[in-house]
């Protein structure tokens, strides 16, 4: 065997093993071949002998040549990527390897049926994203070489086809009408450094992308989803329907004791029944794509903007949002004249009786005190009109709707009439004994507006319990 058979590695070890025997085999000389080749002194000595030998070929690998008693035949190959491609593309590979096994009593481990499809530029459906792309990198730095066979190019295409097929997301039209799909959603972040986790709720216009809500609480909650809704009633009107997720403010997990005030998707969809929204929920980021992907923007420039502004708190930034939204709709909104001229949104009720229909609704029991306990503190009924107004005394065990209007007003319908709720002190603010007598200040007769929230139809018996789940035998699973 001549010197140019080895191989590049083979024709390096025989290289440098002539340098160390030409210096006369001393120790430096061992310590720098050593260190050369990367090997243990009594190897180098074995590669010294084989060269005063004279032999070439014992620096020759013996199983050169060779092929190892593992490897798969080529048409095993084949067929196992053109199984994969015909039949089976929708498996993962996992279970292509034993489907392999029972169906075409073909035994292959689970490694060597990976790395034969990766290999042909296949992906599993359950792969990760960062996979994905690292194939599509590979397969395009394949497409551009030059003079590739038919054969070639029509496995790339093929593998290239099943790589958009592993995770397809579709690009769907808007909606026609300005207002007639809005979709809501929040997103939790550090906004504000040193402030903790905040979450933005808000709500995009499917057809325009104009942002018609955004409020900044600290979990995602129903005064969130409020506020937003308040917002767009005020500014827009009343939509068509809300596309949103399917947990928390909009899905109810039955309890065995359910507390009405946390059973938000009660609250929140009596309201948009009460004016007339539809809700649409599923649990699939991709049923709501514009407002993810707002998130995403919002998530990369407020807080920039935050920052910019000195906003530290969340009642600044709250107040920064109402300012911002308009800024920002200017940018990317896609509304024109002629969204305006056939928007789908209605005429929103007055404030007043938005206050009482984004109200939250509980069930209370007047104690033996003759008082209501809410929110760890005693409330008592009063008579609502001026010249009648005082404390109104029920029996023990009475039962009582007690509504927080949107504004933090707080009532009790009780047998169908309503009271204002008037906190009980825990202490006296006054003693008679030791504390002098107070300047008494002239009284002033005052009588609510007509339009008050407690006057409002709204706050009736019949439809205050449409904001109270029901019992949990009426529930249809």
Known sequence: MELKELRPNEQEKYRITKEVVELGCTDTAIRRGRTKLGCTRKTLLKYTKWYESGDVARFSHRNKGRQPVTTVPPETRKKVELLYQEQYSNANFTHFM????????????????????????????????????????????????????KAESEQINAAFSMLDGADVHPRKPRSKYFGELIQMDASELVWVRNAGKWHLHVAIDDATSEVVGAWFDTQETLNGYYQVLYMILMRYGIPSCFR????????????????????????????????????????????????????????????????????????????????????????????????????????????????A??????????????????????????????????????????????????????????????????????RLAHSKEFDPEPVRKQKRQTKPAADHPWRTKFLTTKVLESHIAKPKENFQL
């Open 98 to 149: 034993e489907i392999l096994n029972d169906d075409h009593a073909i035994s292959l481990s689970d490694g060597t049926v990976h790395s034969i499809l990766k290999k042909a530029g296949f992906v599993s459906p359950c792969s990760k994203k960062a996979t994905r792309k690292q194939m599509e990198k590979r397969l395009r730095m394949m497409a551009r070489k030059e003079k590739l066979s």
């Open 244 to 355: 949103t997720d399917r947990r928390t403010v909009f899905e109810y997990s039955l309890r065995v004791k359910p507390d009405e005030e946390k059973d938000t998707f009660t609250q929140f969809s009596a309201a948009c029944k009460t004016l007339g929204i539809s809700i649409q929920a599923s649990s699939n980021p991709q049923f709501k794509g514009r407002v993810e992907r707002l998130n995403r923007t919002l998530q990369g420039r407020l807080p920039v903007e935050l920052t910019r502004h000195g906003i530290t708190t969340i009642t600044e930034a709250n107040t920064f949002l109402s300012d911002y939204l308009i800024t920002f709709n200017a940018q990317f909104s896609l509304k024109d004249e002629k969204d305006e001229q056939t928007s789908t949104f209605l005429q929103a009720p007055d404030e007043q009786e938005i206050n």
């Open 357 to 426: 229909i984004l109200a939250v609704i509980s069930n209370r029991v007047v104690d033996a005190g003759h008082s209501i306990k809410y929110h760890n503190a005693y409330y008592q009924p009063w008579a609502q009109e001026p010249i009648s107004r005082h404390p109104k005394f029920f029996a023990k065990g009475t039962k009582a709707f007690v509504i927080k209007a949107f504004d933090g007003t707080l009532l009790a319908n009780i047998k169908d009439e309503l009271y204002i709720l008037r906190k009980v002190p825990p």
